[in-house]
């Protein structure tokens, strides 16, 4: 099981501290997606260091977020890797690992801004030395090639009610838990302000939990020396279920 927390800011803040304080009860780590171009302050950056060193995982998550006109799909979510070429995709790479060595952090994966990344994308992401690359369907492994199916759950902006949208995240962690696959489980930090998602996200994990799945950082599927070191798995639990 993967738990993915983004839009951690200094407004967030606060509320990324209490689901880390949850999950931390748990012993589920938490994979932190973090674009240090948005809104990077030494308290937030300090946090996330802390957190690493609690055993979170770190993804870079995108640059400034900026959408460039030119490379906007025609159809499809607009994000900002979704379709840039690779040389495009570097520079942007290479401006956002700057930014994050200044914050003094480290991490050699990436979740791009709505899990979209165009072929360009992963490219850059080898050229660059990333290891691993989250999207909305798949971990990919960039050194090996190797392909982890599985869609990230979490709340959508088109479903109508909150109700719906919690009930449908907690009843996908069951379904896939009770089958063996792999969970993984995404909340924007500003969604944890209603009460509601915050439960349904918790009650996502420990239904996972229940059917055996283990928590683990996305740093796990790609032999990252940064990987968490609460992700070994214990007697009669599996990351990955097998009938």
């Not at 979170?56 to 979510?77: A, E």
């Not at 050194?143 to 109508?160: I, K, N, P």
């Not at 009843?171 to 209603?194: F, Q, S």
């Amino acid at each position: 099981m993967l738990v993915s927390l983004s839009g951690i800011g200094p407004r967030t803040l606060h509320r990324c501290a209490d689901l880390a304080a949850e999950l931390d009860r748990r012993e589920v780590p938490l994979s932190l997606l973090f674009a240090p171009r948005t809104e990077r302050t030494p308290a937030v950056d300090e946090w996330i260091r802390t957190r690493q060193d609690k055993g979170d995982g770190l993804l870079l998550h995108g640059s400034d977020h900026q959408v460039t006109p030119s490379h906007r799909p025609h159809f499809g979510r607009r994000a900002e890797f979704a379709a840039l070429p690779a040389h495009e995709a570097r520079l942007r790479l290479i401006a956002a690992q700057a930014a994050l060595e200044q914050a003094g952090l480290t991490a050699d994966g990436f979740a791009p801004p709505r899990w979209l990344a165009s072929r360009g994308t992963l490219d850059a992401l080898r050229g660059q030395g990333f290891r691993l690359c989250a999207s909305l369907t798949a971990v990919h492994n960039l050194r090996t090639g190797a392909l982890h199916r599985a869609r990230v759950q979490e709340f959508s902006s088109q479903q109508r009610t909150e109700t719906v949208r919690c009930f449908a995240l907690v009843l996908a962690a069951a379904r896939i838990a009770k089958r063996g696959g792999l969970v993984r489980l995404g909340v924007h930090a500003p969604d944890l302000a209603r009460p509601g998602l915050r439960q349904a996200l918790l009650d996502a994990v420990d239904v996972s939990l229940e059917n055996r799945a283990f928590g683990a950082t996305y740093e796990t599927f790609s032999n990252s020396p940064l990987a968490a070191t609460r992700t070994s798995v214990p007697s009669g639990a599996r990351l990955v279920n097998n009938p």
